[in-house]
Nanobody, 114 residues
Framework: VQLQASGGGLVQAGGSLRLTCAASRSRGAILSMGWYRQAPGKEREWVATFVNRSNMNYADSVKGRFTISRDNAGNRLYLQMDSLEPEDTAVYYC?????????WGHGTLVTVSS
């Protein structure tokens, strides 16, 4: 599976951004997808995971502000980020888990100014 993340940019605190991750394989080959982020000088951390529409999980730091979703075809994963804070500044990566392994996409930079 090849993954391409997009949608990052510069936004003021309190603003919103929507990230998109485009996957090269269809839903049948992907078990779950998720978002991770890595802030400058910090380790990569988990943000959210989408297994199906009744099974989505969020890190405590983003719960209530971020929403993960996936299109019906299973080819695109989204992360709606609202009420952004400077602490959300990071490179955001998407990940796909398939029966054959784990795949990462290139990141997209999100910068939140105070």
């Amino acid at each position: 599976v090849q993954l391409q993340a997009s949608g990052g940019g510069l936004v003021q605190a309190g603003g919103s951004l929507r990230l998109t991750c485009a996957a090269s394989r269809s839903r049948g080959a992907i078990l779950s997808m998720g978002w991770y982020r890595q802030a400058p000088g910090k380790e990569r951390e988990w943000v959210a995971t989408f297994v199906n529409r009744s099974n989505m999980n969020y890190a405590d730091s983003v719960k209530g502000r971020f929403t993960i979703s996936r299109d019906n075809a299973g080819n695109r994963l989204y992360l709606q980020m609202d009420s952004l804070e400077p602490e959300d500044t990071a490179v955001y990566y998407c990940k796909a888990v398939t029966p054959w392994g784990t795949n990462w996409g290139h990141g997209t930079l999100v910068t939140v100014s105070s």
